[in-house]
């Protein structure tokens, strides 16, 4: 029955709505309909709004008092907010996010990683290891009265006889050889001014790798602030709350409602 009908309204007359007269071609087009529903319902919305401001304002305390009586301000009869602590940026942080977008300080700090990751596999990190202080202690080899005592401060030389090494590695905390393993063991012969450039070689690898550490960390901190900035600007029901501000070493925390999308 329903293919009936629908074959039944194929030859049925199609009713259209009249355009504006040429006449009155000066006045725009002609409101249809489906337009005079759209500005019915609009007015039947605003007028609605009207009258539970009305409502609202009729049944107000006078004498009530709220915060945000005072933290919001009237200037040349425009309503002004309460005053929001403004986020802190540096002026490299403020270069970045007014001259680049979120991809490119992405992209940016993904290469710094890499080179980051690059340094560290060729740098084993072995002479941070001697500036971490720490405590080897030492217990006399013979107990008294059946407990092992701790020793007394021993020099160098006894330190390098219980160690089993040679005094002048006793810094070490790590690549300590024994004697045992010196003796066995082939340096090449080295000039001072071989060894000196070694150590500045070393030295600038670490000094390299510190600087990309520290503008990995910077590029990381841009990026927050260009997410949380992405993330404010959409559109939203609930507006999110601010718990801190942003300052030139972390990013604004903010905390948003949930709000169920279907």
């Known amino acids: 029955m329903s293919s009936w009908k629908k074959a039944s309204k194929s ?11 040429e006449a009155r071609a000066h006045l725009g087009l002609l409101e249809k309909k489906k337009d005079y529903r759209k ?21 107000k305390n006078p004498d009530e008092f709220y915060h945000h009586m005072i933290r919001s301000k009237l200037h040349d009869g425009e309503h002004h907010d309460e005053d929001v602590e403004k986020d802190e940026h540096s002026k490299e942080q403020l270069a970045l996010m007014e001259t ?49 005592v701790e020793a007394k401060e021993l020099s160098d030389m006894e330190l390098a006889e219980r160690l089993e090494t040679h005094p002048s590695m006793l810094d070490r905390k790590t690549n300590r050889p024994r004697l045992k393993d010196l003796e066995k063991l082939q340096i090449p012969a080295l000039s001072p001014e071989e060894i000196k450039k ?15 550490i520290e503008r990995e960390k910077a590029l990381a901190l ?3 602030k260009l997410e949380i900035k992405r993330a404010l600007q959409q559109p939203r029901l609930l507006k999110p709350k601010k718990k801190s501000r942003g300052t030139k070493d972390s990013a604004p925390v903010y ?6 999308k279907k």
């Open 11 to 21: 030859n049925q007359k199609v009713h259209r709505e009249r355009h504006q007269p």
């Open 198 to 212: 070694a150590n500045q070689l070393k030295l600038q690898s670490y000094q390299e790798l510190s600087k990309r």
């Open 255 to 260: 905390e948003f409602p949930y709000e169920r």
């Open 222 to 224: 841009v990026q927050q």
């Open 39 to 59: 500005r019915a319902r609009d007015a039947e919305r605003k007028a609605k709004t009207l009258q539970i401001l009305h409502k609202r304002a009729l049944n």
């Open 100 to 148: 680049q977008d979120i991809k490119y300080i992405t992209m940016k700090r993904t290469m710094e990683a890499k080179k980051i990751k690059r340094l560290q596999s060729q740098l084993h990190m072995i002479d941070f290891a001697n500036t971490v202080p720490n405590k080897h202690l030492f217990f006399d080899e013979e107990p008294k009265n059946g407990e092992y």
